[in-house]
């Protein structure tokens, strides 16, 4: 009789749909837990004992890079051109959290430079991993004064912003071919590379040239090298305030910061976050530019990335 009773109740369609709801969750359940691909674990690099170099790294994003990659287990060239005072303090740093340090003069528009640059941190290391073209140079001139630039400057700039980069990836490019698991470079362009704003004419140009070098040479460089570049806007700190003078760059520092959608401008510790993503993070990524500025860029022209 309860056999009956039992077969009846299932005969309700309220019954029926109970059942297929347990169903639908039990399936559910199944799906809850991940299925870990075997290749996932290598998506995001291990920098314990990699060796990093830094260059222009005595102050500013560089100094904070290399802060930072120290921070992660990394041994780390602190490149300096002028600023020795300025690189020791950083190599402090950088101790203090653990890592090997190497300070080392070069200019990065001297070949010969660059080439002694990768040199001695084969010489301490054995290795490369990491390439950050930081260094940088500009002259603070209004775009509409024609007269405020010249044939010099244009090469003095070019030569560190552009080919000071060349000149270093060509000297790491070899012994990170070398190497089993590659390597990294990363360029410090600028939103002046793909806006046309920027501290002058030949800056801008500059590091437009840099965006370009870095999509050829993530074609070239495959598959040893990854290379891409992170593209700052406005970044608070001494060498803004410096170039245009304090009143100047509050201003500046406040039009920027009213005009971007998250209300804040990068300072050298988040573009210092944005290099480290392309260095740790997904290791399929390359030829790529990651533009950090709290989305200011969107309320310029609008871009075309390609």
Not at 9 to 35: K, T
Not at 162 to 169: D, L, N, R, T
Not at 278 to 304: C, K, M, N, W, Y
């Amino acid at each position: 009789m309860q056999a009956q009773i039992a077969l009846k109740w299932r005969d309700f369609p309220a019954f029926r749909r109970i059942q297929r709801i347990l169903q639908f969750s039990a399936n559910c359940a199944n799906f809850a837990a991940p299925i870990i691909h075997p290749e996932q674990d290598r998506n995001v690099k291990d920098l314990k004992g990699r060796v990093a170099i830094v260059t222009g790294s005595s102050s500013g994003v560089g100094a904070a890079t290399a802060k930072l990659l120290a921070s992660q287990g990394c041994n780390v060239v602190i490149n300096f051109n002028s600023n020795r005072a300025g690189a020791d303090a950083v190599a402090t740093e950088c101790q203090d959290a653990g890592a090997e340090t190497l300070v080392v003069q070069a200019n990065v528009a001297e070949d010969a430079d660059c080439q002694a640059l990768v040199a001695a941190a084969l010489e301490k290391w054995g290795r490369v991993d990491i390439l950050v073209n930081n260094a940088g140079t500009t002259k603070f001139v209004d775009h509409h004064d024609l007269h405020g630039l010249d044939k010099d400057d244009f090469q003095r700039i070019y030569a560190v912003n552009v080919i000071g980069a060349y000149q270093m990836i060509r000297a790491v490019a070899e012994p990170m071919q070398k190497q089993e698991d590659g390597g990294v470079v990363v360029n410090v362009a600028s939103t002046a590379g793909v806006t046309g704003i920027g501290s002058c004419v030949a800056y801008a140009a500059s590091k437009g040239a840099m965006v370009t070098l870095t999509l050829s040479m993530a074609r070239a460089l495959g598959p040893e090298l990854r290379i891409n570049a992170v593209c700052p806007g406005f970044i608070e700190g001494d060498w803004l305030k410096e170039g245009y003078g304090e009143e100047r760059y509050e201003k500046l520092m406040a039009f920027n910061r009213d005009n971007a959608p998250l209300k804040k401008t990068a300072t050298a510790e988040t573009v210092a976050d944005a290099i480290l993503h392309f260095i740790s993070g997904p290791q399929v990524v390359t030829g790529e530019t990651l533009i950090v500025d709290g989305g200011r860029h969107l309320s310029t022209a609008p871009l075309t990335r390609r």
